[in-house]
C-alpha cells in the first residue's frame, strides 16, 4: 500500500507534529512497508470474530469523585513544573482567534 | 563476593545480622556505578545524596526492629516511572526537566518498606524500541560486551542488575521490554499478568498491553517484589481482584508445553535454540514434569498486530504530552505550532514514526483495514493460548531469537527491529504473564534467556514452578 506524501502530511497534521521535508520523505517510505507488512493480517479470517479492545473483560469501573487533598509544598511543586507561568497562573498562547468573526 | 552482588533475600539476611549497613550497601552500588556508568550509560539520573539519607533512615528502622523484606535495599527504576521529587524524563527531551511531585503506586508500595532509591534508568525513549539505541540520552551498552545493546525499552534496568549497580529494579514491559533486554543481560525479568500491578504513575504507551514488574537477580527475587507491588488500586481502573489461589496443576503432574512454531520460525539462531532443548532435555528428567508439543498456530500474526495496536493506542496516549502543563515548551507562532514544534524537538524519530503508524491506523481510511482487523486477530490469538492452556499448566519458549545483536546492526531495518521481539509479544497482546530466566551464555559468552509463560492471572503458579523449573 502505497502512502502518499500528502496523506502524510495530513497524519502528521492530525498527530500535532511539525515534520521537516526528509522526515516527510522518510515516513511516507517507512509507513507504506508498515503498512504492506500487515497486509499478512488478511490472510487470516475474521469474519465472524469480534474485536478485543482489552483483556481484563472489566466494565464500567466508578468511583466517587471527591477533592483529595494534596499538601501545600506538593500543589507548589506541581507549578513549578509549569513551562510559562503569571503568579500561580498557567500561561498559554491564546486558544481563539480574535479577528475569526 | 562484593556486597552490592548480593540478592534481595541475601541482603536481608546481611542487614539482619549486622553484617553491613544499608550505607555501606548503598555505598557499595555507587561505587559501581561511578566505576561503570559512564561506558554502559545505564543511568539517566543517579540520587546520591537523597539515597544515603534514604540509607540511614533505614538503618534506624533496622535498629529499632522494623525491619521488612525490602527496608535499607537500593533499587533503580526505569525512567518512565514517576518517582517524587525525582526527575522522571522516560528520556525524552520534552520531560528533560520534569520532576513529579508523586511516586507511581507501585514506587510507593517499594518505598514504604523502606528500600532506598538509587536512581533513574536510561531507556528507550517512551519505551519505543527493542534496542536501547532509540533513547535521546544515548544507547545503553551491554556489560557482557559492550559493542552490543542491552536490548530495550527497559535496557537500562537490566544493565544495572545485570551489573550490580542496584540489587533489583522496576521496569515497565509493554510487548517485551523487560523480558527481552533481561534476557540479553542474563538476568531474571517479569512480565505479571495485564490488571494484577497499578500503572498509576508509569508514563503510558499502550494502555492495553501496559504493565510494571521488576527485574531481579533471581526468580526468588522477582516473587518477593511482585507480592508486594500486587493489588488493586482505585487510581488504575485496569487493575483486578486477583483472590488467593491455591497452587493446583491440570494434572497429576505439572504439564508444559513446548509451542512448535517458537522453534521454526526463520531467522532463530542455532546456539539459542539448542541451548533451550538441551535445558528442556535437562529439566524433563524431573519426574514431577511431563513436557508435552503443543501448537500456536497464529504466532507469526502477533507481531503485525502488536505494532498496529500499540502504534494506535500510543499515538492517542502520547497526546498529552504537549508541553503546557510541564515539560519543555517550543515557541510557536500559535498554540497549534506550540504543540507541533514541542513536539517536534522533543520526541525522537521513532516515538514520531509510532505516533504517525497509529494515527494513520485510526483515521477514517485506515480504520477498518488496519486497527479493527488487528483487534480481531488479536482475540484469536487469545482463543490460541486458551486452548493450548486447558492441556498444560506452562509454556516454555526461548524469550529471543537470538542473543543481543551488535550496536547499529539492525538500525536501518525497522522491520527486523520489530522482529526482535516476535517470542515476547505474544503474550502481551493477550495480557499473560511471562518470565525470561537466564540458561546459558553462547560460545561468545552472551546470555540466552528462556521465556516462561503462564495462564492468565496466575502468576503465583508461574512464579513458584519457574523456581521448580530452574533449580531443578
Not at chain 2, 70 to 93: E, H, N, Q, W
Amino acid at each position: 500500500m502505497k502512502l502518499t506524501l500528502k496523506e502524510i502530511e495530513k497524519i502528521a497534521t492530525l498527530a500535532r507534529l511539525n515534520l521537516s521535508a526528509e522526515e516527510k520523505k522518510m515516513y511516507t517510505e517507512q509507513l507504506s512497508v508498515i503498512f504492506d507488512y500487515i497486509e499478512m493480517l488478511n490472510e487470516v479470517n475474521t469474519d465472524q470474530v469480534s474485536e478485543t479492545y482489552q483483556v481484563t473483560g472489566l466494565k464500567d469501573v466508578v468511583r466517587e469523585d471527591e477533592v483529595a487533598f494534596w499538601e501545600e509544598e506538593d500543589k507548589q511543586k506541581l507549578i513549578n513544573n509549569f513551562p510559562d507561568k503569571m503568579g500561580n497562573l498557567l500561561k498559554v498562547k491564546a486558544v481563539f482567534d480574535n479577528n475569526d468573526e | 563476593m562484593n556486597i552490592n552482588e548480593l540478592t534481595i533475600k541475601e541482603c536481608y539476611d546481611g542487614l539482619k545480622k549486622g553484617d553491613f549497613t544499608s550505607v555501606e550497601l548503598t555505598q557499595a552500588c555507587l561505587a559501581q556505578i561511578k566505576k561503570r556508568n559512564k561506558e554502559l550509560n545505564a543511568f539517566i539520573s543517579v540520587f546520591e545524596k537523597e539515597a544515603l539519607v534514604e540509607a540511614e533512615r533505614a538503618d534506624e528502622m533496622i535498629k529499632s526492629g522494623k525491619q521488612q523484606i525490602l527496608t535499607g535495599i537500593p533499587f533503580c527504576v526505569k525512567d518512565s516511572i514517576s518517582t517524587k521529587d525525582g526527575l522522571s524524563t522516560a528520556a525524552a527531551k520534552i520531560l528533560s526537566n520534569y520532576v513529579p511531585p508523586f511516586d507511581a503506586t507501585v514506587i510507593r508500595k517499594i518505598r514504604e518498606q523502606g528500600a532506598v532509591l538509587i536512581g533513574k534508568n536510561n531507556c528507550d525513549t517512551f519505551g519505543h524500541g527493542a534496542s536501547n539505541e532509540n533513547s535521546m540520552y544515548g544507547p545503553v551498552k551491554n556489560p557482557h560486551d559492550i559493542k552490543r545493546v542491552s536490548g530495550g525499552s527497559s535496557g537500562g534496568t537490566a544493565v544495572a542488575i545485570a551489573d550490580n549497580m542496584a540489587i533489583f529494579g522496576i521496569a515497565e514491559d509493554t510487548g517485551g521490554s523487560i523480558r527481552q533486554p533481561a534476557a540479553f543481560c542474563g538476568v531474571v525479568g517479569l512480565r505479571p499478568s495485564y490488571g494484577i500491578n497499578s500503572r498509576f504513575g508509569v508514563m503510558p504507551m499502550a494502555s492495553s498491553f501496559d504493565t510494571v514488574g521488576p527485574i531481579t537477580k533471581s526468580v526468588t527475587d522477582a516473587k518477593i517484589i511482585q507480592e508486594i507491588i500486587a493489588g488493586q488500586d482505585f487510581l488504575d481502573a485496569t487493575t483486578v481482584e486477583v483472590k488467593n489461589k491455591k497452587l493446583k496443576v491440570k494434572n497429576k503432574k505439572l504439564k508444559v508445553g513446548i509451542p512448535q512454531e517458537y522453534f521454526e520460525i526463520e531467522g532463530i539462531d542455532e546456539e539459542v535454540k539448542k541451548i533451550i532443548e538441551n535445558k528442556i532435555k535437562e529439566i524433563s528428567k524431573n519426574k514431577d514434569l511431563e513436557i508435552v508439543s503443543v501448537s500456536l498456530p497464529m504466532t507469526k500474526y502477533a507481531i503485525p498486530v502488536y505494532y498496529i495496536i500499540v502504534s494506535s493506542e500510543d499515538s492517542s496516549n502520547l497526546a498529552r504530552i504537549d508541553a503546557i502543563r510541564y515539560g519543555e515548551r517550543k515557541e510557536g507562532s500559535d498554540l497549534y505550532n506550540v504543540y507541533a514544534q514541542s513536539r517536534a524537538e522533543g520526541m525522537n524519530e521513532e516515538v514520531k514514526r509510532r505516533i504517525m503508524i497509529g494515527t494513520c491506523a485510526l483515521s477514517a481510511d485506515y480504520y477498518d483495514i488496519s486497527f479493527r482487523k488487528a483487534q480481531k486477530v488479536r482475540t484469536l490469538i487469545i482463543q490460541d493460548f486458551e486452548k493450548v492452556f486447558q492441556e498444560v499448566d506452562l509454556l516454555i519458549t526461548p524469550t529471543t531469537p537470538t542473543p543481543a545483536f551488535k550496536l547499529g546492526e539492525k538500525k536501518d531495518d525497522i522491520l527486523s527491529m520489530y522482529l526482535a521481539d516476535i517470542f515476547v509479544s505474544p503474550a502481551a497482546v493477550a495480557g499473560l504473564p511471562a518470565i525470561s530466566i537466564p540458561v546459558g551464555l553462547t560460545k561468545k559468552k552472551l546470555p540466552v534467556g528462556m521465556q516462561i509463560i503462564g495462564s492468565r492471572l496466575e502468576d503465583e503458579k508461574l512464579l513458584s514452578f519457574s523456581n521448580l523449573i530452574i533449580n531443578y
